[in-house]
């Protein structure tokens, strides 16, 4: 069985991903690694963005690392053939509902924050985001013609009550291991799909994690707080669509999206994908100056959350705290 499969996927992820293939080979020479193409890589080989031989190493894996996807080389490709259309179907086909996204403050960057220091200094938010439901994966979605002239666009957000308890058990789950509070963050006061989140939150809260502090936040506001005071925030629990905006805003926070790594697991057992959340960053890619440090810090996750490997997790994450502190630094 393969051990790690990587996706180093266009622009800078093939240079992030070698990166991690070396740490890799020093910190546990013994796991078995694989690499498949992937994104507009895989298109230009295939005729695809995720080939099916690569979503089936992908499930037999023990977790997945991708690099990034995407540039304007495919700008024009068939929307279902683009890159970001093999990330979707990757996530669909592994079954990775909970998104874990951390926001962490390393003290050595604290000044690189787009906020002053005493703001940001000691940040440690872990964002839930469900990842395979919602208005990205809701049907009806179409573009029509308007008998009148000019068109008309339907995306759907649907959620269910199972799709919205399973992301909030993870949720309330890894914040008994952190500071005990959950955030969870809908627009339950214009939206229907928000009205049932808060809803199934609060029972699950209420029958199965009452020693947890639940608190309930509008999205706008949630974003508000996230620049005013965002050490306030333990986990925040989102749906699809503010999981993608919130986590991008309070990744910001921290100084450098190349800093920042996630997580996105499924059922207990099945194999989880980690990924950098910066792009493919096309305009400095094959220049060597890409920060590999957040696909590093994936790779830790993995190592921490799919493949049993806590020792070495700790190692890994204490061995950037050092390259930071000693001024390591790309441009």
């Known amino acids: 069985m393969t051990d790690l499969l990587l996706l180093p996927g266009d622009g800078i992820g093939p240079e992030v991903t070698a990166e991690v293939r070396r740490v890799a080979q020093a910190l546990t020479p013994d796991l078995k690694l694989d690499e498949r193409p992937f994104g507009g890589a895989s298109y230009d080989l295939t005729g695809a963005p995720l080939a099916d031989e690569t979503l089936a190493a992908a499930k037999a894996a023990r977790a997945v690392l991708m690099g990034a996807v995407g540039g304007p080389k495919w700008a024009d490709a068939p929307r279902d053939k683009r890159p970001e259309a093999g990330l979707l179907a990757l996530r669909a086909g592994m079954e990775v509902f909970a998104n874990l996204r951390p926001a962490l403050c390393f003290a050595p960057l604290a000044d690189a924050s787009s906020l002053k220091r005493e703001v940001v200094e000691g940040l440690d938010m872990m964002i839930v985001r469900e990842l395979t439901g919602g208005v990205y994966f809701g049907q009806p979605r179409f573009v029509e013609d308007l008998p009148g002239g000019g068109r008309r666009?339907?995306?759907?957000?649907?959620?269910?009550?199972?799709e919205i308890a399973r992301v909030a058990r993870v949720a309330f789950e890894l914040a008994r291991g952190r500071r005990n509070k959950v955030a969870s963050a809908e627009k339950s006061n214009v939206m229907e799909s928000g009205l049932l989140w808060r809803e199934v939150v609060t029972e699950l809260h209420r029958r199965d994690y009452a020693d947890v502090e639940l608190t309930h936040i509008l999205a706008d506001n949630a974003a508000m707080q996230i620049v005013r005071d965002p050490r306030q925030f333990d986990v925040l629990l989102t749906d699809n669509?503010?999981?993608d905006i919130l986590s991008d805003a309070a990744a910001q926070l921290t100084g450098s999206l190349g800093m920042l790594p996630s997580a996105a697991l499924g059922a207990a057992g099945k194999p989880g994908l980690y990924e950098p959340i910066h792009g493919s960053a096309p305009d400095i890619a094959g220049q060597g100056v890409a920060n590999p440090?957040?696909?590093?810090?994936?790779?830790e996750m993995a190592l921490r959350w799919s493949l049993d490997r806590a020792a070495e997790a700790d190692r890994l994450f204490a061995a950037v705290q050092r390259a930071l502190e000693k001024g390591a630094r790309t441009r």
Do not use: N
């Open 153 to 162: 666009a339907v995306d759907t957000q649907v959620y269910t009550t199972a």
């Open 241 to 243: 669509l503010f999981g």
């Open 293 to 299: 440090l957040a696909a590093i810090l994936s790779f």
